[in-house]
Structures are given as C-alpha cells and as structure tokens.
C-alpha cells in the first residue's frame, strides 16, 4: 500500500478553479436569460441614473445601450408622465405602475413599470413589460363606446321628442272624440267613434311609454314631488282605462286610511295605473278586473292592486316580461299588439319612486300585479 502524501494546497486550488468555472456558466446563462427577455430589464443606481440595461431596451424604444448607460432614467420617460414618476420615486413606490417612455423616434410607448429596489438603497433593478397594443386597444374601445353613448343619447333625445311630437295631436284627436261622443249620434256612428276613440288612447299608451323609455335610455326620467289626491287620481286613470264596451265586472277601492293628499308624481303614478289597468283589460275577456289601494300594515308605504281573471302569464316567462321589448310569445303580439314596453316602463318608474312591483299569475286563470310605493304624507299644517 503506498502511502501518498496529499498536497491540501493543491486541491484547494482545484476546488477554487472549478468553482470559479461553475460561476462563469451560471453567469453566461443568467445573462443570456436576461438578454433574450422580450421585457426591458435595467439597473438603477440611487440617483435613478442607468447602469445596466437589456437588449430590450435597444429593440423596444430604439437608443443603443451606450447612449443609455449613465444617464438618468427621466430622460426617457414621456413628459406627460413625468410629475407622476418623480412622485412615484419620491413616495419609493414599488407598486406596479403603468407611463409612457419616448421611442427615439419621438413616439411614446405605453410599459408597466416594477421596480425591486435593493436592501441597502443604493438604487435597484427595474422591470419594463411593454402594454402599449392594450393600451391602444383599450384607448379605441374607449372612443367607440363614447361615440356609440353619444349615438344612443341623440337617438333617445329624437325619439322622446318624435313622442312627445305625436302624443299631442293624439291628445288632441282623443279630446275631440271625446266631445263628440257628448253629440247626439246614431247608433251606428257612436259605435265608429268608439273605435277611433280606442285605438287613440292605445296609440296615446304606446307614445307614452317610448317617451319614458327613451327619457330613461337618455338619463332623462327625473322625479317630481307635487300634492295630489290619489283618490281622484284613480278614478280617473281607470276611467280612461276601461274600454267602452266589456264584458268584465270591474272592482275598485281605495281603503280609507290611505291620506287623502299624499307627495308624489302625478304623472308617474298615473303612468304605473294606466299601464297596469290597460295590460288587464288587454288580456281579459271574461270575470273581473279588481284594482284594490291601501296601506301597507306598517303604513310607510301604499299597495296599488291590480288583479284580472284573464289569460295569465306563465311561470317561465314572469321574469322577463319586465324587460324591454319582451312579450309573452309571438301570438300575443299578432292578437293583442302592443310593443312590449309597458312593464319595462312601470317597473323603471315604480323603482324610481322607491318603490317594488310583484306578479303573482297562473296561466289561464288570471295575474296580480302589485306596486308598493314609499309614502311622503303632506307635512302637517303648525
Ligand atoms: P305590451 O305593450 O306588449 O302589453 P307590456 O310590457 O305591458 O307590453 O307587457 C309585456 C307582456 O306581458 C305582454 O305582451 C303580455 O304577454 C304580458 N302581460 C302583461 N300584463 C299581462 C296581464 N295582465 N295578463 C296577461 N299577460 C300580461
């Protein structure tokens, strides 16, 4: 056995040149990592002045890395964005932040900027992830969707006017059948102003709810705080409601603790009764009509009741039909007209007022709407 003397120097030596060798090929590949990053990786000093960059940087906004290298890092940052980086320099910031830098051909280039300053604060490493395409992207959804808003607003603005145009002939031609129907007539011609008088109040329907739709659409539909005795209120809007000729018992009440003057909007009750009372005589034939108002039990709000024994609604559709332009089929369209918008409308002009609407319906037996509306009481005289 032979009894070799090892020399510690000399592996010591060994070691260190393998290690420095392991160090040079971590090196090179950290390096190459770093280099072939589509992102902008840079060293800051603690000046913000540059002292390393990547190849990105060269790639994306067009300067060579010696032009770069020591200068500081405002130099290239946009001048719109320029008082935002110094408050996020001096705040030591090291949330995500989005600025644009000047491409060396003077345009300016959208980045999500991260920072990882070092422990001892002598500057840090930066990361630049180029978001310019979503930027744009995002810049030309926003001008689309602005144009398509101011489209929209102007078509609202058109249609409430156009309705609000036709509603007052129509008032007008309702006023005068009206009268005339007081005239002493023949049968027969009593019948033919009963007709015109119909289809008037159902065009004056229609009118009025594209006016509060578009009104709605446009950001229009505001609310008015005026006395008024529902009582009378009621009683009118269901004569106006019910056709001249039906065959249907019509039931009506208005409880006796309900004040006879209440705060509210005429014309967006009226437009809630009219709407409710004309959608149930619309879609009854036979039975009754019952239109029930009172106090809710905590007597904060009003109950509007608007009860039919007529088609009903079926169980699928009792949700949408509180959607715009939504009927129950195509066959009611066909049988009883009509543009789908009545319910849009109400439950709009119900919610407005503070207040909830509720459908209870079974097909072929009849539906119940029921509106509940906070109360403002005539403040009592000192
Ligand atoms: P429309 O002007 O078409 O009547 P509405 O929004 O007022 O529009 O009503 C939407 C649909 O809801 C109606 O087309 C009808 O199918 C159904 N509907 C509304 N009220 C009643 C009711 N009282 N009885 C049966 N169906 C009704």
Known sequence: MSNTKIDVSEVDALVRIRLFEALTVANIRYKTLVERLHDIVFRYDDEWCIIFLNQAWETILGYASTESINKHFMDFVDPEDKPSMVDYI?????????????????????????????????????LLHNIDHHKNIESALRITRDLAIEAMEEKSNFVANMSHEICTPLNGI???????????????????????????????????????????????????????????????????????????????????????????????INHVLLNLLSNAFKFTEEGSITLKIGMDADAHQINII?????????????????????????????????????????????????????????????????????????????
């Not at 991260?114 to 500057?123: A, K, L, V």
């Open 90 to 126: 001096d705040a030591n910031d090291t949330t995500y932040k989005e600025l644009r830098l000047s491409h060396s051909d003077g345009r300016a280039i959208w980045f999500e900027l991260s920072i990882e300053p070092d422990d001892e604060g002598n500057g840090g490493v930066g």
């Open 306 to 382: 608007v009860k039919d024994t007529g088609i009903g609604i079926p169980a699928d559709r009792q949700e949408t039909i509180f959607d715009s332009f939504t009927q129950v089929d195509a066959s009611i369209t066909r049988k009883y007209g009509g543009a789908g918008l009545g319910l849009a409308i109400t439950k709009r002009l119900v919610k407005l007022m503070g207040g909830q609407i509720f459908l209870a319906s079974k097909e072929g037996l009849g539906s119940q709407f029921t509106v509940k509306i906070p109360l403002a009481q005539k403040a009592s005289q000192a």
């Open 174 to 268: 309702s006023g005068g059948l009206q009268l005339l129907q007081t005239t002493d007539m023949t049968e027969e011609q009593r019948e033919y102003v009963e007709i015109g008088l119909k289809s008037s109040k159902q065009l004056q329907n229609i009118a009025n709810n594209i006016l509060e739709h578009s009104k709605a659409e446009a950001g229009q539909l505001t609310l008015e705080a005026h006395e008024l005795a529902l009582a009378s209120m009621v009683e009118n809007a269901l004569l106006i409601a019910t056709p001249a000729q039906h065959n249907l018992q019509v039931i009506s009440s208005i409880s006796d603790d309900i004040p006879q003057i209440i705060i509210g909007d005429p014309t967006k």
